[in-house]
């Protein structure tokens, strides 16, 4: 019997998904990208923290990251959602008995952007291959998205709905919320925020997870989350007076697509923007001016992250939650598209990326 090494067992994985050995490794992006989209391929419906904790565990001996690769897959969980590989949905939204939500995989489909590019979106189920053959090697992967580059298969859409994809229009798939007011409910009397924690805009735009706390005495008016018996902790917004409960209502408004925490971020730059400490986004120029890199320090909702997978490719960077490199030429359609839908701020830094 043959015994494999962990560089075999590794090679095996990374040839299995259609990825180079010598120029990813099993922790990149993309490869838990892939690793997500062809468990759920299997797995769904399911539970995200399922989905998450069964790639977890197929990694078990492959990686040195230790509990730290639970967290990066669930990062790109979230991204694969944002993109539109996935879709997430309440198990009954009509029924108060039912808690929690279900992943299920979107349909095999594509989107054409102005530029001619093809963005790729969906999973087939158990992982069946449905990429015609002409296009498989001209599939670009950066990060959680992929996409066949503008002008590289002659007749690509036609090629691509003869297999099965459907076409979802651009305009379609970037179409953002509209603008809403939430109706707080009034509770009778003062309420104790039993499991409460609130995003505090006294605290700096530069370090989210640190913007959050407990209520204590605080009054105002604050995106939070709240405790359910079963699933993860509910988005709400809610007014608060000396630390106490005055009003409150769930997040999202209405079930129309958009989750929780799309409509909590938004509420949440328009807050920041309104005491005078919009959220900031980084802009760096690179040393050859070819690209420069946008990074953030708050996370966007899904509508906005999916101009930016348009427009840009996903780069990691240290100290940021997520950034992108940008042609030089889109860079004031970008900062023009932050400030007008999340009253944001760009501040120009110095950047050593040599891309």
Request: charged share 20%; glycine share 8%.
């Amino acid at each position: 019997m043959k015994q494999l090494s962990l560089a075999d067992v590794t090679r095996t994985v990374l040839d299995t998904l259609g990825f180079n050995p010598a120029q990813y490794v099993i922790t990149s992006p993309e490869i838990l990208a892939a690793l997500l989209r062809r468990a759920a391929s299997f797995q769904c419906p399911c539970s995200s923290r399922a989905l998450v904790q069964g790639v977890t565990e197929s990694l078990q001996g492959l990686t040195d990251a230790g509990g730290a690769i639970g967290d990066e897959i669930e990062g790109v969980l979230e991204e694969l959602l944002a993109y539109g590989d996935l879709t997430e949905i309440d198990k009954a939204p009509s029924s108060p008995a039912a808690h929690g939500s279900l992943l299920y995989v979107t349909p095999p489909s594509f989107v054409l952007v102005p530029s001619g590019r093809i963005l790729l979106l969906g999973i087939a189920p158990e992982s069946v291959e449905w990429l015609p053959r002409e296009l498989v090697e001209k599939v670009e992967y950066r990060g959680h998205i992929r996409a066949l580059p503008a002008n590289s298969v002659p007749q690509g859409s036609s090629l691509l709905k003869a297999a099965g994809y459907f076409e979802l229009p651009h305009k379609v798939w970037l179409q953002g919320p509209k603008s809403t007011e939430p109706m707080l409910q009034h509770t009778n009397g003062l309420v104790e925020p039993t499991g409460m924690t609130i995003l505090d805009p006294s605290q700096s735009v530069r370090y989210y997870k640190g913007r959050w706390k407990a209520p204590g005495s605080a009054s105002g008016y604050f995106v939070a989350r709240r405790e359910q018996r079963y699933g993860a902790p509910l988005w709400c917004f809610a007014k608060l007076s000396a630390g106490r409960i005055a009003a409150l209502v769930d997040l999202p408004l209405e079930n129309k697509g958009w989750r929780g925490c799309d409509e909590a971020w938004r509420l949440q730059a328009a807050l920041d923007a309104l005491n005078g400490t919009p959220q900031i986004a980084e802009l760096g120029e690179c040393k050859n001016n070819r690209v420069v890199r946008l990074s953030f320090l708050s996370p966007l909702p899904r509508w906005a992250k999916r101009q930016l997978d348009v427009i840009g490719t996903p780069l990691e960077v240290r100290g940021a939650l997520f950034s992108y490199l940008l042609a030089p030429s889109d860079v004031a359609f970008v900062r023009q598209f932050l400030v007008q839908s999340l009253w944001m701020s760009i501040v120009t830094v110095e950047d050593h990326l040599r891309a």
